[in-house]
Nanobody
């Protein structure tokens, strides 16, 4: 059974940093690209960043370029999202997803507020 467990969210002040983690199970993690998405109530889920199966290619949505970094550790079956210079528009529930499976985890809430 494919499962994702996101963690690392929380309340942070504007300009602060957080690192999200997503541990996957139920499939061969190292053979699939991974993505981070985020969703604000009332809006569609938005793709934030993608990383290829071996980590050699990374793609970011324009609004997070230069501030967020996606990475992965295939031995730990975990994908990370390092988020710096956070602002209120980054407030959302963050989810990870693999490129080959239509499953979602519970997500982790990120709130940027003073």
């Amino acid at each position: 059974q494919v499962q994702f467990a996101e963690s690392g969210g929380g309340l942070v002040q504007p300009g602060g940093s957080l690192t999200l983690s997503c541990t996957a199970s139920g499939f061969t993690f190292s053979t699939f690209g991974m993505s981070w998405y985020r969703q604000v109530p009332g809006r569609e889920r938005e793709l934030v960043a993608q990383i290829s199966s071996l980590g050699e290619r990374r793609i970011y949505v324009d609004s997070v370029k230069g501030r967020f970094t996606i990475s992965r550790d295939n031995a730990k079956k975990t994908v990370y999202l390092q988020m710096n210079s956070l602002n209120s528009e980054d407030t959302a529930v963050y989810y990870c997803k693999s490129s080959g499976h239509d499953y979602w985890g519970q997500g982790t809430q990120v709130t940027v507020s003073s």
